[in-house]
């Protein structure tokens, strides 16, 4: 790790309890790169996690850090932006976390277009546990409570969000990091709801279940599977099956939800 | 007065009777008593027959239901069949002349309400509160000062005088029997 | 020097309550019997400069509060039964993580949907042990619309104070109904804020007792120094921990700081208890039939006195335990479910009296009258 790094983190709590090979690591150091690149003040950051490996990161992150309950970081987030939107505001999730019992809040807080950047840890298992599948889970892969290969359809992350009203949305990978830490800083810079979606790995449960169990294998996978938003546009829904679209999905101007409450207090304290 | 007067302002929903309820109890208090005031909630009072209950008292007031109405004013027929079951033997019944007089030993004043708030007043949905102007005199249980006052303070600034004038004819409705 | 003498609703002398004692921040999802209180703050926070937020649901309004609260603001939520149910879990963070806040449990009939706008007393035992594990809490219930006002204030003063979620447990029948009041001025109220560390130190640990009074003092987040927050079992540095010492440690102060501070914490109000052959306990709406029935049978030259509990959780076995010094040989236990209190009534009577409960749960408050005949019952078997 680059010296200039180190302030960022809480060096007395590592090492980490994340698995040999798992990407998580990743993800938190594009975060942290991120963060530095842009120059945020440390003091004013707040970075918030449900339940779940990924979510244990902001335990190790230098900055104001909530590790709150299962699925409901985006409602602690909320509260948090509401009532001082001069923190920026992480939301750091897993697949489980944020699209099967958080996925309400996930398309609330969209759907208002709060100034939240949430970063998915999306490695299409629940770790945690031991491997259960998750809404995310490619149909047919195998899970502890999938022994007979998963019957559930997955959810596209970034589609749902930007349905939901989401106004910048995008998805990167462990493997092309230079690109992920770009995405995290455009999401960051973005004014309003940002979804990341990481796609990420879990050599231990995903990977072992599914004869991938090295590391490498499942980076090599994504590298395979991998194709820019551009290229996906020219390949057709068969040639597009089993890729990874990566990149920036969506990006737009849209009254953010804070802001938008300011001129509330406004009308409400003009109309005294 | 008595330590602890009842009352029950029934009709159809839409009548404006909890309005009625509360503003009697906003009179009550300008008179320098206690009052209570509670209606019922969900499906019973959106439509059908619905009421609100005032207690205004002298003194402090601890149990905050109407368990025997001293006085029951009803706007519709079904109100009065619904809600008179409880009301005292030697209390009143104020009804509105559409409806037909219940062969009942309450004492029972029949004035046409909804009749006057339509053509005298100009407006029918000023009955509840010319049906207040009624009972104000009939029973004596607010002044005439407060429950004018309390009227024009809570209702529309634009209706002010509509009212005013709905609550006078009340008045002169209470008073004629 | 009073405010003006105004006729207002138990839900509305809520929020009146709640700003007088600067809640800045509402987090809410629309229920029956407690709406208002939403719609009001909606209306009213604003004008101060404070924020409302509705949310997708009460799981989610729970915690933005306790987010809300991190920064600083005095937050609050309200609800009824189905939505006090999904609170639960993110109550129980607030528990442990000992974030301020209040919370306002407007009951009604139960279980399940239940009776949405009638009356009940059946979330008594929710309130206590409705999250789970062993958790520190503080509930309170009002009787009348202005005990609403200073209750919703207390409920503040207490969170804030003990760094603790207080539930204010209020019912039907109080919230709807509008009652005279006279409100003091904002002067003459007594705000507790919570204790604060300065924020220029250089090293903050957010759960050490600085003070030895197991509250350690807080700090914004954004005010200063990063630190950590989670729902794990903690050190006193607030990162996760499976120490045994630990784990125990913290509990055992989560617990004291409540249960070391009980002639702070309980209130309760004895009438006519001193020469009472029953005793009838109550709290709440059912608390004012209950004195109905008392000044009606005392004229009749019963010997009867109530205990009205203001502080439900923690218990006040004290008020019980001074009762045993008096002639009082039967308790009568009013409320508006199947015994939940009676239980607790018993267990702190150790014996020393005939306990019996009067219940009712048909959506319908205790009447006087029932309370009258019940005490002639009890007086009959003495």
């Known amino acids: 790790m680059r010296k200039e790094l180190q302030k960022y983190f809480r060096n007395d709590k590592l090492p980490h309890i994340w698995c040999p090979g798992c990407g998580h690591g990743i993800i938190t150091g594009a975060v942290v790169r991120a963060i530095d690149n842009l120059k945020l003040n440390q003091s004013k950051v707040c970075i918030v996690s449900g339940i779940g490996c990924s979510s244990r990161a902001p335990g190790y992150m230098n900055f104001n850090t909530l590790h709150t309950t299962h699925g409901r970081a985006l409602a602690f987030a909320t509260g948090i932006k509401m009532a001082n939107p001069d923190l920026k505001i992480l939301v750091l999730t897993g697949d489980g976390d944020c699209s099967a019992i958080g996925g309400n809040h996930f398309i609330h807080a969209a759907r208002r277009n709060i100034d939240i950047t949430t970063i998915v840890f999306n490695n299409s298992i629940y770790g945690m546990t031991g491997g259960q599948y998750s809404p995310m889970t490619p149909k047919a892969a195998f899970a502890t409570t999938a022994p007979y290969g998963n019957i559930d359809r997955n959810f596209d992350l970034c589609k749902l969000a930007q349905s939901a009203g989401a106004t910048y949305v995008a998805r990167g990978t462990v493997f092309h990091v230079p690109q992920l830490i770009k995405l995290i800083e455009k999401a960051l810079k973005h004014k309003g709801f940002s979804l990341l979606d990481v796609v990420d790995i879990c050599p231990t449960y995903f990977g072992r279940r599914n004869k991938m169990s090295s590391p490498i294998a499942m980076m090599n996978k994504i590298r395979e599977m991998s194709v820019t938003v551009r290229s996906a546009s020219k390949m057709s829904e068969e040639e597009l099956s089993g890729k990874i679209v990566i990149g920036e999905f969506h990006e737009e101007r849209v009254p953010e939800y804070t802001e938008e409450y300011a001129k509330v207090i406004e009308k409400a304290q003009g109309g005294n | 007065m008595h330590e602890r007067v009842e009352i029950r302002l029934s009709g159809s929903g839409g009548q404006g009777l909890i309005l009625a309820g509360i503003i009697l109890a906003e009179a009550a208090i300008l008179d320098g008593k206690n009052a209570v005031q509670s209606q019922s909630y969900g499906p019973e009072a959106r439509g059908g027959a619905s009421r609100a209950e005032v207690i205004i008292s002298n003194i402090n007031i601890d149990y905050p239901k109407v368990s025997n109405p001293d006085v029951l004013l009803a706007l519709t027929e079904e109100a009065m069949l619904k809600y008179k079951y409880d009301l005292q033997q030697k209390g009143l019944l104020i009804i509105d002349s559409g409806i037909e007089k219940p062969e009942d030993s309450y004492k029972i004043l029949q004035v046409p309400i909804l009749e006057t708030a339509k053509n005298q007043v100009g407006k029918i949905i000023v009955a509840n509160i010319l049906a207040l102007g009624v009972l104000t005199m009939a029973t004596g249980i607010v002044s005439k000062e407060s429950i004018e006052k309390a009227v024009l303070e809570r209702v529309p600034k634009r209706t002010k005088e509509l009212n005013k004038k709905a609550l006078y004819e009340g008045f002169k409705l209470g008073k004629t029997q | ?382």
């Not at chain 3, 005095?74 to 993110?90: D, H, V």
């Open chain 3, 1 to 382: 020097m009073s405010k003006k003498i105004i006729l207002m609703q138990g839900n509305e002398a809520c929020v009146e309550g709640a700003l007088a004692a600067g809640m800045r921040f509402f987090a809410g999802y629309p229920i029956t019997p407690s709406t208002e209180i939403a719609e009001i703050s909606a209306e009213k926070l604003p004008k101060l400069g404070g924020k409302f937020i509705q949310m997708e649901d009460e799981i989610a309004s729970m915690g933005a509060i306790i987010g809300a609260s991190l920064t600083g603001f005095k937050s609050m939520t309200a609800t009824s039964g189905p939505g006090f149910s999904l609170k639960q879990e993110n109550i129980g963070f607030a528990c442990l993580a000992e974030i301020p806040c209040v919370v306002v449990n407007v009951q009604r009939g139960g279980p399940s949907t239940g009776l949405p706008t009638l009356p009940a007393q059946g979330d008594v035992m929710q309130t206590r042990w409705g999250t789970h594990g062993d958790h520190p809490i503080i509930v309170i219930s009002p009787s009348s619309v202005r005990e609403v006002y200073d209750m919703t204030i207390r409920a503040f003063n207490l969170s804030e104070k003990y760094r603790v979620p207080c539930i204010l447990l209020m019912d039907e029948v109080v919230a709807h109904m509008r009652e005279k009041v006279e409100l003091p001025e904002q002067s003459s109220i007594d705000i507790i804020n919570r204790k604060y560390l300065n924020p220029s130190m250089s090293v903050y640990k957010p759960y050490m007792d600085y003070d030895g009074d197991g509250i350690p003092p807080m700090m914004n987040f954004g005010d200063g120094l990063p630190y950590h927050v989670t729902g794990l079992i903690h050190d006193i540095s607030g990162f996760p921990s499976t120490n045994a010492d630990v784990s125990k440690d913290l509990l055992n102060r989560l617990m004291s700081k409540i249960y070391n501070n009980l002639d702070d914490i309980l209130e309760y109000e004895n009438i006519y208890t001193e020469d009472a052959e029953t005793v009838i306990v109550s709290f709440g709406s059912t608390a004012r039939s209950v004195h109905r029935a008392v000044y009606l049978l005392r004229q009749e030259g019963f010997k009867v006195g109530m205990l009205r509990l203001k502080t439900i959780w923690p218990f006040a076995h004290k008020a019980i335990k001074k009762l045993k010094q008096t002639p009082v040989r039967n308790l009568l236990v009013a409320e508006m479910n199947f015994g939940q209190l009676l239980e607790t009534v018993k267990a702190s009577a150790e014996g020393a009296f005939r306990t019996y409960g009067l219940n009712k749960y048909n959506g319908e408050l205790i009447t006087p009258q029932e309370v009258i005949n019940k005490v002639r019952e009890v007086a009959k078997h003495a």
